[in-house]
């Protein structure tokens, strides 16, 4: 009986230090979608928190802290489209606000930002990651989070 609770505290000591490592990389950016994996080029995406500028990637869980990446490009005043591409977004779009564009280096996909908002009040948003594909017309949700406010980028 007794090693039967030492295993079993064993494994829950275990569980904790792994779920403490885990919320350390990610720093609480949490989405266990998997649907990201079917963007050819996807490893190539960064996030960038704007306030601290860490980086981060997609992983299984949501995202982790990546190293550093001195080419990101800020997309947000400059959409880094060209405006025919952005005018066919804003179209396909769910309704949100689009607060970021910009197209994978291959030019097959445009990684985009957009922005919904769930109540009256200005800063109660969901913010969706989505990756859509002008050739079949398909939309991927790559990322998302209740007022995630992320940059990207696609190196």
């Known amino acids: 009986m007794k090693r039967k609770i030492t295993i079993v505290f064993a494994i829950a000591i275990i569980s904790i230090i792994l779920l403490s490592i885990i919320l350390y990389l990610s720093q609480f950016h949490f989405d266990f979608s998997q649907d990201y994996r079917s963007v050819e080029g996807y490893e190539n995406i ?43 977004l804003i ?48 939309t991927t949700t790559i990322y998302s989070g209740y007022r995630q406010y992320l940059l990207v980028d696609w190196k």
Not at 49 to 76: N, T, V
Not at 100 to 125: C, N
């Open 46 to 88: 960064v996030f960038m928190d704007p306030k601290s500028k860490q980086c981060f990637r997609l992983c299984a869980w949501g995202l982790i802290r990546a190293e550093s990446y001195p080419e990101f490009q800020d997309h947000r005043e400059t959409i880094g489209i060209p405006y025919d591409e952005y005018r066919s």
């Open 91 to 138: 179209e396909h779009a769910d309704g949100g606000y689009i607060w970021q564009a910009v197209s994978s280096p291959d030019g097959r996909y445009i990684l985009y930002v957009e922005k919904v908002g769930i109540s009256g009040t200005t800063d109660d948003e969901d913010v969706y990651y989505k990756v859509y594909s002008p050739d079949d017309g398909t």
